[in-house]
């Protein structure tokens, strides 16, 4: 088996906020995505013509109409929606580590930095609006220079 980290999705009461995290900080770019019927946003790394670049899913929490989302995707209590849960983190492979760090303070954004020992990886974790920790790996050489 193959496998490689296809998308995640996110639910969230602020599409703004996602948006603006995921394009602003991280620069991710809004493309096409299927008309379902519940607001939401599809963020590309790369070409926004290939679908399968569309790496994370934002669906919007439509509180005074939820029921389409309800019937695609099942009920969630909002209250529920912010965090990880059980999920840790999702981490991106990246390049550019100095031009990122600028954007995040730039943004005013908190990041967290440590090198990997042994596999030559500097990361830096950040969280989205929805308290939801992204780890961005980059070579570690970019760290050094």
Known sequence: ???????????TQDLEACRRFYVEA?????????????????????????????????????????EGLKRH????DVARLHGSGALDHVAFFATGLSERRSILRRLGIAARERTVPGLGLHQLFVEDPNGIVVELNFPAAEAAA
């Open 1 to 11: 088996m193959s496998l490689s980290l296809n998308h995640y999705s996110i639910r």
């Open 73 to 76: 995707l099942g009920d969630r």
């Open 26 to 66: 991280l620069g991710l770019a809004v493309g096409p995505r299927p008309d379902f019927p519940f607001p939401g946003l599809w963020l590309y790394a790369g070409d926004t013509g290939a679908w399968a670049n569309a790496v994370v899913h934002i669906i919007g929490v439509d509180r005074g109409d939820a």
